[in-house]
Nanobody
């Protein structure tokens, strides 16, 4: 089990940038696939990005490709989500999640695939 704490959310104008951080506890952080999800009011939680334990595989949902970048620093047990060219429709609570189970392809995009979740951080993009 790993404990996750997100930070970096806030209010930004459309076109702006934010960098989310997710600090993890636990000495086996490097073995976890880390995911980013978001949930807008009245909508289901949706996949945003994921980075494999070895950083060899990174995936994004189509709506953020070219604008968002996820990375990880295993020495700092932290995963990041750099969000550029933000749009109003990016407004949501953003969550990081971790899984120690193997996943590939679409399986990594499912909330059910992840065992541990952070508390979320609010991102609000104004027009």
């Amino acid at each position: 089990q790993v404990q996750l704490v997100e930070s970096g959310g806030g209010l930004v104008q459309a076109g702006g940038s934010l960098r989310l951080s997710c600090a993890a506890s636990g000495r086996t952080f490097s073995a976890y696939t880390m995911g980013w999800f978001r949930q807008a009011p009245g909508k289901e939680r949706e996949f945003v990005a994921r980075i494999s334990s070895s950083r060899g595989r990174i995936d994004y949902t189509d709506s953020v490709k070219g604008r968002f970048t996820t990375s990880r620093d295993n020495a700092k047990t932290t995963v990041y989500l750099q969000m550029n060219s933000l749009k109003v429709e990016d407004t949501a609570v953003y969550y990081c999640a971790a899984t120690s189970n193997y996943c590939s392809g679409y399986g990594c995009y499912l909330t059910s695939r992840y065992d541990d979740w952070g508390q979320g951080t609010q991102v609000t993009v104004s027009s």
